[in-house]
């Protein structure tokens, strides 16, 4: 019987998962840098997912990196309504870790909201955009494509993420900060750029895999189309 999914595969979509779900939690911490600059304590960690997602696309191609993108965003789901459920749970009379607790669960809706749509339409961005480049240049300049495709997603995330989030906030502030994330997380990007490269290459010799995807379908909802 011929094994659909290898176990690289598997280890590179469980840490997208966890990427994902722990940028959720690290967003409670906002961190101050340079100037008047303020980030949140998932930009650490999120691009990562982004670096997953392409090597994921790259290889394997559009299809399964839907399928990934999909699953994080049930896991990332499964792990909010849980917290919401013990945020609801009385505490006992013994324990003062409430407030703390609640701080990072009790997510407000209108932010799960901005957080959840905005993984969806970047992350399903920055693979259909590396999709589409692999085939228009015969599968060459990885590196190009990889950040041109974290910077389209990056942008998609931030212009719903942010307005949605911190809907009132002034626009000066509010196109700082989403400049400033978005910089952030290519700069990122292009900083372990080489160690992305290096992985693609090794994965594709280590399976035998090197996807194209042409003639498929990129309706981001067809995520039973895997093969």
Known sequence: MKQ???ATFLLMTVA???????????????F????NINLPGAVLIFPISYILNDCIAEVWGFRRARMVIWLAFMANLFVVIMGQVVVWLPAASF??????????FNMAPRVFVASMLAF?????????????????SEGRRFGVRAIVSS??????DSLIFMPIAFWGTPLGALLTMMAAQVS???????VILPVTTLVVRRVKEHEGVDTFDRGINYNPFKIKDIQ
């Open 16 to 30: 997208l998962v966890v990427c994902l779900i722990s940028s959720n939690l690290f967003a409670t911490k906002v």
């Open 184 to 190: 952030f997380k290519v700069l990122y990007e292009i």
């Open 95 to 104: 324990w003062d870790g409430g407030e703390h607790f609640n701080f990072v």
């Open 120 to 136: 969806l339409a970047g992350s399903t961005m920055n693979a259909l955009v590396l999709s589409k480049m692999k085939i228009a």
């Open 32 to 35: 101050h840098i340079f100037g």
């Open 4 to 6: 659909k999914f290898s």
């Open 151 to 156: 910077l389209a997603g990056e942008m998609l």
